[in-house]
């Protein structure tokens, strides 16, 4: 999507001076990430790592509703992006001059959302002199483990399990990769959050369903395991919603009860997930799990992968709880990856609601240097 015409005309125009200057051996960039509910920013120093990041949830703001507005979403982006920004150069003990390249979100998500951290991130950019780069949020996921003090070794297999996306990605380096398997329904984090309201949980029902499963009985209830008697990797968790809201009208109208379908339902996402986890070691031969995305935080699924790597001789690295979830870390560090091989985003503002992973290039890979969100 594209912000006025003369506005891209004026921004495509103006002379940059960074189009033309050799790339820089070590950079500090400032991630945006606003793809959907919550404001994150940092700063990430390819010599030093992570510098600072900071966070706002828009939680509170959307709970009433029960889900996320998208349009008070995008407002409460624009309120809180800068301050954050502000915060973050402060606590790193920086100025924005120091800044050497911007990184944002540019899809996919909300596209209102996603137009206020591109459009801050242009702006910030072109007043500064510097470059931009327009980051998948996906790719920011996968690569969120990279933070990490042991960051896993390429190549190897990432479940990218979110509130939009569920997926099994074969990953050879940054920018290489092949989705081995999809949802072809609902997204994990998506098949949380619409069981936790068939419970009465709320929004953000994720969390809250996995703190209502530690008290129950995973076993009381049979749950089917979807899409694992038949050969492939792909997902569907709608027919495992259906059955959960079958048994909550049929079963539920005691805390003991509900708890027992919460564990059920977490032990059967959880239980297929790790049968297509060994499924796409053994396919591509890797010797490296990642899990990433917010279900990623979900400590079930944690332990079980990492039980099923002690078995079968894979390491299993996931990013620390606050880097599952949505973040401005991993928007730092991915497009530090690609503005440090001088690529950068030409000069418009856009993004895009959706944006297929495997059309993403090697960092640099790409003609001249330059992308579009849409590379
Ligand atoms: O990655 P993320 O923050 O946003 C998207 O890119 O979608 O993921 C949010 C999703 C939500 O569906 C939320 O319910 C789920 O991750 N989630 C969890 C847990 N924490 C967050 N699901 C299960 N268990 C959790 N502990
Ligand atoms: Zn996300």
């Not at 992006?81 to 502000?86: C, E, F, H, K």
């Not at 327009?134 to 509130?163: C, I, N, T, W």
């Not at 996306?165 to 619409?194: C, I, N, P, Q, W």
Request: hydrophobic share 45%; net charge negative; glycine share 10%.
């Amino acid at each position: 999507m594209n912000l006025p015409a003369s506005f891209g005309f004026l921004l495509k125009y103006a002379p940059f001076s960074f189009l033309t200057t050799d790339v820089a051996l070590t950079m500090l960039i400032l991630g945006i990430e606003t793809s959907c509910d919550e404001t994150g920013v940092a700063l990430y120093d390819s010599d030093q790592g992570l510098l600072s990041h900071a966070l706002h949830s828009q939680v509170d703001l959307h709970a009433e509703y029960g889900g996320v507005v998208p349009e008070t979403a995008s407002r409460d982006h624009v309120r809180k992006l800068l301050p954050l920004a502000s915060h973050c150069l402060a606590e790193a003990g920086l100025d924005r001059t120091d800044i050497d390249g911007v990184a944002y979100t540019a899809g996919p998500g909300l596209i209102g959302a996603l137009l206020v951290g591109a459009s801050a991130g242009r702006a910030l950019a072109l007043a500064l002199g510097k470059p931009a780069i327009a980051v998948h949020h996906m790719e920011g996921h996968l690569l969120a483990p990279m933070l990490e003090p042991e960051p896993p070794a390429f190549p190897f297999v990432a479940l990218l399990v979110s509130g939009g996306h569920s997926m099994l990605v074969e990953v050879r380096e940054v920018g290489r990769y092949r989705v081995l398997g999809e949802t072809l329904d609902d997204a994990a984090g998506e098949a949380f959050d619409k069981t936790a309201k068939l419970l009465d949980l709320g929004y953000p029902g994720g969390p809250a369903l996995a703190k209502l499963a530690e008290k129950g009985n995973p076993e009381r209830f049979d749950f089917p395991r979807p899409m694992t008697d038949r050969p492939g990797l792909d997902f569907s968790f709608s027919g495992l919603k259906t059955h959960t809201r079958n048994l909550v009208l049929a079963q539920a109208d005691d805390d003991a009860t509900r708890a027992d379908i919460a564990a059920g339902f977490q032990r059967a996402v959880v239980e297929t997930m790790a049968i297509k986890c060994r499924r796409a070691m053994k396919a591509t031969r890797a010797r490296q799990l990642v899990i990433a995305g917010g279900v990623g935080a979900n400590l079930e699924l944690r332990a079980t992968l990492k039980r099923e790597g002690e078995k079968h001789g894979w390491a299993v690295s996931y990013p620390r709880l606050a880097f599952c979830t949505d973040n401005g870390a991993m928007i730092a560090y991915a497009g530090c990856q690609r503005l440090l091989a001088g690529e950068h985003t030409d000069p418009v503002i856009e993004a895009r609601a959706r944006w297929p992973l495997d059309s993403l290039a090697r960092p640099g890979a790409v003609s001249a240097g330059h992308t579009g969100a849409t590379a």
